[in-house]
């Protein structure tokens, strides 16, 4: 993802989920996606995609059963 992609995304989510602590932070050797984080918590990754002359970014987020047993 460049860096217009990251900033772009980045305000997207933050308007999205009301919330400016969420963060993208590129991960190492990987150029396709970005490590999505709230207050250095990991959250999930968003995944850019371009197909057929079009480009979507897909945010990937997995919740863990010990995750959900303080709700």
């Known amino acids: 993802m460049t860096p217009q992609d990251i900033a772009e995304v980045q305000i997207y989510l933050r308007k999205r989920f009301s919330n400016s602590r969420i963060v993208l932070v590129p991960r190492a050797k990987k ?17 850019k995609d371009q197909e057929d002359g079009e480009t979507c970014f897909h945010f990937q987020m997995s919740i863990l059963d010990i995750d959900l047993e303080d709700v």
């Open 31 to 47: 150029d396709d996606s970005v490590e999505v984080t709230l207050d250095d918590e990991f959250l999930g990754v968003v995944y």
